[in-house]
């Protein structure tokens, strides 16, 4: 049982840094790219892209659950991956994916006048573009869709090695084909048909290695209405949460466009998205143990689920509060090298406060993947539907007393709020005994990170010469990463980790 276990934990952090480096890949590229982006599509153009962006991910969503619950109920019974049931899950979801994603082109395809002419202020010269862009990502939605469920099976299969195979140069070409505007002179529909094009052969190639992993759906092509009904019991409630969860996440960027100006749109979400990639730790995590949620949930095997619960904490907040400190104190630093003084002066007091809120928010990621993987999905369903009428009040009056500062501030309080829910819930729906968080020190990771605050605080105070400030904080970094090593790692882990770091060394010099 000890060696399973082991094999186990490899598995799981070694396709942990796998999607870690996944998503590490294309912020990298990004940080590069969009200052290009912004200079070949102008300002104006890059909020209305932006603002596409957030409505793929919207209508990416809204597949009533359909690929959380391919990856929930395959990972039940994915030790055997030629179980008949496989082939129903997996093409039943493809199915209603694709013919949902032709649903939501026909609905995009139908508003963009209205979205463009009457909700956005968008400068005339820009309207016709903006109306093709919009009705183009559209046309990428019934692959959009059906990627997620294909990659959902291949997630319940542990198979993270062939996600981000996909995963990786799509999501970097989201960065590099807007950038490609400043010298080949793309215009943004230009772009939006280039994106359909990476897409579609993305999905292609998800349908490829699923067929190569399951070889039962190669012998058996089916829709299964049994199997629909199974999935959406599960996905209803994730339904609620796909449609509400990127509204909370992304109607501050509207409200700031009909309210302010689109023009603005960028000093909020250029800061917003890049902070918003710290979430890159939980989520590369909990790919990995979500599978692992619901199949040892459902197999009643408590112990390792608390276990796996606090470890995910432990390895989220450190990492992820460690760099959110960092960018907080060099945010105007950072905004004048990346993007100018104009962002200087527009986006350092938004960026600390989403530097603040994506501790909280990433942490959070931990409690509402475990509630979705316990079988639990309406829980943080209702938390979403209880917020949203609050969160719409107090982003309205925020950002029409402080602007973009208020709408950020709206934001921090929502993602407290929220994270104070799940937790709650999650203690008092499984009944996680605290001695499970106490074992993880996950106290003396949160006292560490507000012992590190105090000091950028003092140095910040007292030390003016630049050299030696970035010299300090170098040295609070270095000496918390070996404290950290030795404290909050027990001797397993440091093993663990020192081998995959090995490993990944090696396969990098061959």
Same mark, same amino acid.
């Given at each position: 049982?000890?060696?399973?276990?082991?094999?186990?934990?490899?598995?799981?952090?070694?396709?942990?840094?796998?999607?870690?480096?996944?998503?590490?890949?294309?912020?990298?590229?990004?940080?590069?790219?969009?200052?290009?982006?912004?200079?070949?599509?102008?300002?104006?153009?890059?909020?209305?892209?932006?603002?596409?962006?957030?409505? #793929?991910?919207? $209508?990416?969503?809204?597949?009533?659950?359909?690929?959380?619950?391919?990856?929930?109920?395959?990972?039940?019974?994915?030790?055997?991956?030629?179980?008949? !049931?496989?082939?129903?899950?997996?093409?039943? &979801?493809?199915?209603?994916?694709?013919? #949902?994603?032709?649903?939501?082109?026909?609905?995009?395809?139908?508003?963009?006048?209205?979205?463009?002419?009457?909700?956005?202020?968008?400068?005339?010269?820009?309207?016709?573009?903006?109306?093709?862009? $919009?009705?183009?990502?559209?046309?990428?939605?019934?692959?959009?869709?059906?990627?997620?469920?294909?990659?959902?099976?291949?997630?319940?299969?542990? %198979?993270?090695?062939?996600?981000?195979?996909? =995963?990786?140069?799509? !999501?970097?070409?989201?960065?590099?084909?807007?950038?490609?505007? +400043?010298?080949?002179?793309?215009?943004?529909?230009?772009?939006?048909?280039?994106?359909?094009?990476?897409?579609?052969?993305?999905?292609?190639?998800?349908?490829?290695?699923?067929?190569?992993?399951?070889?039962?759906?190669?012998?058996? =092509?089916?829709?299964?209405?049994?199997?629909?009904?199974?999935?959406?019991?599960?996905?209803?409630?994730?339904?609620?949460?796909?449609?509400?969860?990127?509204?909370?996440?992304?109607?501050?960027?509207?409200?700031?466009?009909?309210?302010?100006?689109?023009?603005?749109?960028?000093?909020?979400?250029?800061?917003?998205? &890049?902070?918003?990639?710290?979430?890159?730790?939980?989520?590369? +995590?909990?790919?990995?143990?979500?599978?692992?949620?619901?199949?040892?949930?459902?197999?009643?095997?408590?112990?390792?689920?608390? !276990? #796996?619960?606090? %470890?995910?904490?432990?390895?989220?907040?450190?990492?992820?509060? +460690?760099?959110?400190?960092?960018? =907080?104190?060099?945010?105007? =630093?950072?905004?004048?090298?990346?993007?100018?003084?104009?962002?200087?002066?527009?986006?350092?007091?938004?960026?600390?406060?989403?530097?603040?809120?994506?501790?909280?928010?990433?942490? &959070?990621?931990?409690?509402?993947?475990?509630?979705?993987?316990?079988?639990?999905?309406?829980?943080? &369903?209702?938390?979403?539907?209880?917020?949203?009428?609050?969160?719409?009040?107090? #982003?309205?009056?925020?950002?029409?007393?402080?602007?973009?500062?208020?709408?950020?501030?709206?934001?921090?309080?929502?993602?407290?709020?929220?994270?104070?829910?799940?937790?709650?819930?999650?203690?008092?729906?499984?009944?996680?005994?605290?001695?499970?968080?106490?074992?993880?020190?996950?106290?003396?990771?949160?006292?560490?990170?507000?012992?590190?605050?105090?000091?950028?605080?003092?140095?910040?105070?007292?030390?003016?010469?630049?050299?030696?400030?970035?010299?300090?904080?170098?040295?609070? +970094?270095?000496?918390?990463?070996?404290?950290?090593?030795?404290?909050?790692?027990?001797?397993?882990?440091?093993?663990?980790?020192?081998?995959?770091?090995?490993?990944?060394?090696?396969?990098?010099?061959?």
């Amino acid at each position: 049982m000890e060696k399973s276990n082991s094999v186990t934990g490899k598995l799981l952090a070694k396709n942990s840094f796998l999607n870690l480096f996944g998503m590490v890949i294309p912020l990298v590229v990004g940080i590069f790219a969009i200052p290009i982006a912004i200079k070949g599509l102008g300002t104006e153009v890059f909020g209305i892209f932006s603002i596409i962006w957030v409505i #793929l991910g919207y $209508f990416a969503l809204l597949d009533f659950g359909l690929a959380r619950s391919t990856t929930k109920f395959v990972a039940e019974i994915a030790e055997n991956r030629d179980h008949p !049931s496989i082939a129903s899950i997996i093409w039943t &979801a493809a199915i209603i994916s694709f013919s #949902l994603g032709i649903i939501g082109a026909a609905v995009v395809f139908f508003v963009t006048p209205l979205l463009v002419n009457s909700v956005l202020d968008i400068s005339q010269e820009f309207v016709s573009a903006a109306i093709v862009s $919009f009705r183009l990502a559209g046309m990428a939605l019934p692959v959009i869709l059906i990627s997620t469920s294909l990659r959902g099976a291949l997630a319940a299969a542990q %198979r993270f090695d062939l996600v981000n195979i996909v =995963f990786i140069p799509n !999501s970097i070409l989201n960065f590099v084909l807007p950038a490609l505007s +400043l010298p080949f002179g793309l215009n943004l529909p230009q772009v939006m048909v280039a994106i359909i094009i990476t897409r579609t052969a993305g999905a292609i190639i998800y349908l490829v290695f699923n067929l190569k992993t399951f070889p039962v759906i190669r012998r058996k =092509f089916t829709f299964d209405s049994l199997v629909l009904k199974k999935l959406l019991s599960f996905g209803g409630w994730v339904t609620v949460t796909g449609i509400i969860s990127p509204v909370l996440v992304y109607i501050d960027r509207f409200f700031i466009g009909s309210i302010l100006t689109v023009s603005v749109v960028a000093y909020y979400t250029v800061p917003y998205d &890049a902070i918003n990639r710290l979430r890159i730790f939980p989520i590369g +995590l909990m790919k990995s143990i979500f599978p692992e949620f619901s199949s040892r949930a459902f197999k009643k095997q408590n112990s390792q689920v608390f !276990s #796996l619960f606090g %470890r995910a904490i432990k390895y989220t907040l450190l990492p992820t509060g +460690l760099i959110a400190l960092v960018i =907080f104190y060099f945010a105007p =630093f950072i905004l004048d090298i990346w993007l100018g003084e104009t962002f200087v002066e527009n986006a350092t007091v938004i960026t600390r406060i989403f530097t603040i809120g994506i501790i909280i928010n990433s942490v &959070a990621y931990v409690p509402f993947n475990f509630l979705q993987g316990i079988g639990r999905p309406d829980l943080p &369903a209702k938390f979403h539907i209880i917020e949203f009428p609050l969160y719409l009040l107090l #982003l309205w009056q925020g950002t029409k007393l402080f602007g973009l500062e208020g709408a950020a501030i709206a934001w921090l309080v929502r993602v407290i709020f929220d994270a104070i829910l799940l937790f709650i819930y999650s203690f008092k729906v499984y009944s996680i005994p605290i001695a499970y968080i106490k074992e993880q020190k996950i106290y003396g990771e949160l006292a560490l990170l507000l012992l590190i605050g105090v000091l950028f605080f003092t140095i910040n105070m007292f030390i003016t010469i630049r050299i030696a400030e970035v010299l300090s904080i170098i040295i609070i +970094l270095a000496a918390s990463g070996v404290f950290s090593w030795y404290r909050f790692l027990n001797e397993n882990e440091r093993d663990l980790f020192t081998s995959l770091i090995g490993q990944l060394y090696n396969r990098s010099t061959r």
